[in-house]
């Protein structure tokens, strides 16, 4: 299973950048895919997840700026960012939870894409 994520980019403040991830292998299901963010020497905080179901959870920063949404057929996650701000300048990761395969329920996270707000 890999976790492909594209869309990060320079954007001016206020401007709007949307990400994909996409998940393959032979999967079965996912049960959450999310986004995180790290900036140097800070933890990976989260930023939005989103059930197989269609239940999200925002961080209280993105609240009303960004949403997630998801298509389980093509076992993708997406994040739309609009009123992008300085503080959002990190690099962002796709997670996958509860990956079911054949064989197995693992957890995955993509490679980073890098996201910068100029102000």
């Known amino acids: 299973v890999q976790l492909q994520a594209s869309g990060g980019g320079l954007v001016q403040a206020g401007g709007s950048l949307r990400l994909s991830c996409a998940a393959s292998?032979?999967?079965?299901?996912?049960?959450?895919m999310g986004w995180y963010r790290q900036t140097p020497g800070t933890q990976r905080e989260l930023v939005a997840q989103i059930t197989s179901g269609g239940r999200t959870n925002y961080a209280d920063s993105v609240k009303g700026r960004f949403t997630i949404s998801r298509d389980n057929a093509k076992n993708t996650v997406y994040l739309q960012m609009n009123g992008l701000k300085p503080e959002d300048t990190a690099v962002y990761y796709c997670s996958a939870v509860g990956v079911r395969t054949r064989y197995s329920i693992l957890d995955y996270w993509g490679q980073g894409t890098q996201v910068t707000v100029s102000s």
């Open positions: 292998g032979s999967i079965l299901s996912i049960n959450v």
